[in-house]
T-cell receptor, first 115, second 114 residues
Framework: AQSVTQLGSHVSVSEGALVLLRCNYS??????LFWYVQYPNQGLQLLLK??????LVKGINGFEAEFKKSETSFHLTKPSAHMSDAAEYFC?????????????FGTGTRLTIIP | AAGVIQSPRHLIKEKRETATLKCYPI?????VYWYQQGPGQDPQFLIS???????DKGSIPDRFSAQQFSDYHSELNMSSLELGDSALYFC?????????????FGPGTRLTVL
């Protein structure tokens, strides 16, 4: 079975500072990894995903993540935080049967941006 | 672009009542997933359907049932509601072919059980 661990349920950074949200996964087979963002009272929006190929993945809103197999990690970063980045972020893994795998989410990290 | 539609957006029920949540996937998407997100929790997978057949099952109570119809919309039926069923219920859809699936989430239905 697969699982995801997000270190830090709350992260605060100053506007303009580096954002680093940590995600480690556990999977017995090569995983597909995702980062989703959830704004208050809204659904989940995909930021980026890793499937195969290049291990550095670029997503929307200036976010990127690097898949490190040796560390079983998929940390999310953004060079310069913006006030609009304040939200809940979920890392998720899918190993699915065929092409239709369910997502297993981490417990989420609430990102607060300090003006 | 069309997104996943869920209805209703908010639902208030009493204990032991029933509820039906509806999900309309993105056009041409053939797979639907249901997730339950309790207060302050991460989304938990309930059940999924591909081409109108159940494809996977998670931690869905026996009191719940779901199906996908010929037009690919899906309904989650919940009976004998309990206080603990109060949560945000998400539906997501994906296109089953063409590589690792990307699930597109709807805005969710917030169910409150009193």
């Amino acid at each position: 079975a697969q699982s995801v661990t997000q270190l830090g349920s709350h992260v605060s950074v100053s506007e303009g500072a580096l954002v680093l949200l940590r995600c480690n996964y556990s999977s017995s087979v090569p995983p597909y990894l995702f980062w989703y963002v959830q704004y208050p009272n809204q659904g989940l929006q995909l930021l980026l995903k890793y499937t195969t190929g290049a291990t550095l993945v670029k997503g929307i809103n200036g976010f990127e993540a690097e898949f490190k197999k040796s560390e079983t990690s998929f940390h999310l970063t953004k060079p310069s935080a913006h006030m609009s980045d304040a939200a809940e972020y979920f890392c998720a893994v899918s190993v699915g049967r065929g092409l239709r795998g369910k997502l297993t989410f981490g417990t989420g990290t609430r990102l607060t941006i300090i003006p | 672009a069309a997104g996943v539609i869920q209805s209703p957006r908010h639902l208030i029920k009493e204990k032991r009542e029933t509820a039906t949540l509806k999900c309309y996937p993105i056009p041409r998407h053939d797979t639907v997933y249901w997730y339950q997100q309790g207060p302050g929790q991460d989304p938990q997978f309930l059940i999924s359907f591909y081409e109108k057949m159940q494809s996977d099952k998670g931690s869905i109570p026996d009191r719940f049932s779901a199906q996908q119809f010929s037009d690919y919309h899906s309904e989650l039926n919940m009976s004998s509601l309990e206080l603990g069923d109060s949560a945000l219920y998400f539906c997501a859809s994906s296109l089953g072919s063409g590589g690792p699936n990307e699930q597109f989430f709807g805005p969710g239905t917030r169910l409150t059980v009193l």
